[in-house]
């Protein structure tokens, strides 16, 4: 019997009635999830084998049920199988030994996970203390300049520090963004080295803007570049666009905790009090001001840069990539499939470039009226440059893997030519 338990809170909360209805997402899974380029993407390729027969999937329901342990056989299958539960959303999980459908004919021991794709996810929620433009689930432009600040960060990263090729941004429906990287060497990490690349990546540990972040000197060489891609927006971005300082009581408990000087930190909660509510580029502007004035005195290079190592740390704070570690950790974590619904918003969860906004993501309600009006063709759609893309990156990453594999079995063979 396959496992079903109630869905968490945060699962509960997201099922609002004002989102697709149980018939919206009938429709939807019939008509136009490209259930294809899934199963070949999580496959590797266009036959059905291990990478897929034992892949666990997750199905979350209307009423607040979860299922999970599901597994399929065929693309005839995972497409019958969705169609007919319906959910609100399902899940992908691990690639284990055996499949995953079987887990209760098995002693526990025996279902062991063997890959997965490495993945990180991008919120919102984690840059509320500098957004000053929308609050809670709404997001604008505006403010989704952080999550493509952040993609692009990662992206260099990806690319230039583990030679990653294979991986693609999902639009997490609502406020965030997931990233799927199905390279063959990040498939096959265990947990602890998961762990491992996540430390390097995870530099802003603690989001507690009320402490100096004090990253060490000299910068590890991925900070430093970093920061040379993150500086440049910091003034548009931070400064005037989200402008979170110019409440006084704002800056001093977000702001000030970020300088190292105790002096100047009184000088300028005193300088503020007699002149309020300046803005945010004004009291940064205030910072090396007020610091000169001592420095005439007091000449010290040392102080000098130390101001400048603070400056630099609050440009990393407040606009580095803010991770969900939950969600890198662990082979067997569970994520959102690219193409579901998000229940609240009606929004499609497409793969995104760093140039995409949120109103660039079609809405399932638009989605059926255009297909009214266009024969139900999907390629007529909003939805099929988003698919097209999408299929563009599997036929990569079967291409890669294909040469992989290529790669693995002549080793094999020198290996064993060896053997005397």
Known sequence: MTDVKS???????????????????????????????????????????????????????????????????????????????????????????????????????????????????????????????????????????????????????????????????????????????????????????????????????????SKRLALKRPYHPHVARSLDILKPFFVEIILEEQNPWEDDEHAIQTLLPGLHDKHLIEQLKVFWKANPNRSSREKWGDIDLLASKELKANKKQDAINRLRECKEDLVIATLYPKLDVEVTKQTIHLLKAPFCIHPATGNVCVPITESFTPRDAPKLLDLQNEMEKNNNEVKMTSLEPFIEHFQTYVSKVIKDEDVTRKREREEEEVDGSLDF
């Open 7 to 209: 869905a968490t809170p945060a699962l509960k909360s997201e099922t609002k009635p004002s989102g697709p209805s149980s018939s919206d997402m009938e429709y939807y899974y019939k008509h136009l999830y490209p259930f294809k380029p899934i199963f070949n993407w999580l496959n590797h390729s266009v036959k059905p084998g291990r990478d897929i027969t034992n892949r666990e999937f997750a199905m979350a329901f209307r009423s607040g049920a979860y299922k999970r342990y599901n597994s399929f056989n065929s693309l005839q299958e995972f497409k019958a199988q969705i169609e007919k539960g319906n959910p609100d959303r399902f899940e992908i999980g691990a690639v284990y030994n055996k499949p995953p459908r079987d887990r209760d004919s098995l002693l526990k021991s025996e279902m062991k996970p063997l890959e997965k794709e490495l993945v990180f996810d991008i919120d919102m929620d984690d840059y509320d203390t500098f957004r000053t433009c929308c609050s809670g689930a709404q997001v604008c432009e505006k403010c989704w300049k952080f999550i493509s600040l952040a993609m692009k960060v990662m992206n260099v990263s990806l690319e230039e520090d583990f030679g990653y090729d294979d991986y693609i941004w999902i639009f997490s429906g609502r406020r965030g963004a997931h990233c799927w990287i199905s390279d063959k060497r990040a498939r096959i990490l265990n947990d602890l080295q998961r762990r491992n690349v996540l430390d390097y990546l995870n530099v802003v540990r603690d989001r507690t803007a």
